[in-house]
């Protein structure tokens, strides 16, 4: 082999490698080059957002999940519905942003179309953006349009679950959704529609089933009317759960040919939730049979 210069390294005769001193240098020099570029890209660019869309629970902060209170601790933003618990928007830090975008009937605050807007615009701008709904974000919670608007916008969006109302409520009231003895399918229904009359609850209701109706108070004489004239027997047992999972919650129990009367003369306030079937009479609730005769019934259920 031919004698080698120290700033040079040949290879064999036909010099298949050409690898000089220099030539090191010069790619050291080029590859520090590229790091320093990388770095000032990565100063230029916006910070990368994302939406958590959260389920708050039912009510009681104790029910919040481990992972939503992390997220609530580490967001840039809360944008936070009426049914959320203040024991749960307590959690909050108070450096932490919060919109709210409650809804009452017939009265909003934001359109949903706006709301979508909104989680969008914050989560392009960099920000972690947590979605706090009441109950579950998948049931009646509207997440699943935040979740569309999310993806056809290219936004990163993650939903956390929470403990639904049903769950949470009849927990509470000591009231099993489901029972060997008593029923083995569980529906859930939003009772708050402008077309009730024309909502298909067929078999939703009566033997072995168990109906769960969320936002129904408004609508609760309709409600019974309709479940009566689709076969429900009027005896059915109901229960009514005012501010469930919270230290002033009520537990009511009747018939559900009482039900719209019973939700008039107690007085009931939103939230609350009706449940019908046979399980209801296991409730712990206070009875609350106020038509005459109407206590005669109340082992008719079939």
Excluded at 181 to 186: K, P
Excluded at 234 to 257: F, K, M, N
Aim: charged content about 25%; some cysteine; hydrophobic content about 45%.
């Amino acid at each position: 082999m031919k004698a080698w210069a120290p700033d040079q390294v040949r290879g064999d005769e036909e010099g298949t490698l050409n690898f000089t001193f220099t030539g090191v240098k010069k790619a050291c020099f080029a590859i520090r080059a590229g790091a320093d570029h990388l770095r000032c890209m990565e100063k230029t660019l916006p910070p990368a957002g994302k939406l958590w869309l959260v389920g708050a629970g039912p009510g009681d902060p104790d029910l919040l999940t481990l992972r939503a209170a992390r997220l609530l601790e580490s967001a840039d933003l809360v944008v936070h519905d009426g049914l959320v618990g203040e024991g749960v928007l307590a959690l909050i830090p108070p450096h932490v942003e919060r919109i709210s975008v409650a809804k009452q009937r017939s009265r909003h605050t934001m359109k949903q179309e706006l709301i979508n807007e909104l989680l969008v615009r914050e989560t392009l701008a960099g920000k972690q953006v947590v979605r706090l709904k009441g109950g579950d974000p998948f049931i009646f919670g509207r997440g699943g349009e935040e979740l569309d608007a999310a993806r056809e916008a290219g936004v990163a969006c993650e939903v956390v679950p929470g403990i639904t109302a049903a769950a949470g409520c009849a927990a509470q009231a000591g009231l099993p959704l489901t029972h060997r003895e008593d029923a083995s399918a569980v529906s859930f229904v939003a009772g708050q529609c402008k077309d009730l009359t024309e909502q298909d609850w067929s078999g939703l209701a009566g033997h072995g089933r168990t109906l769960v109706i969320y936002m129904g108070l408004a609508t609760a004489s309709a409600i019974a009317d309709k479940l009566i004239a689709d076969g429900v027997s009027p005896g059915l047992p109901v229960a009514v759960i005012e501010r469930g999972t919270t230290a002033d919650a009520r537990v009511l129990r009747s018939l559900l040919t009482d039900l719209g009367d019973l939700v008039a003369r107690e007085k009931v306030k939103s939230p609350a939730l009706i449940i019908v079937g046979k399980v209801a009479a296991r409730a712990d609730a206070l009875d609350c049979l106020g038509a005459p005769g109407v206590a005669a019934q109340i082992r008719d259920f079939t």
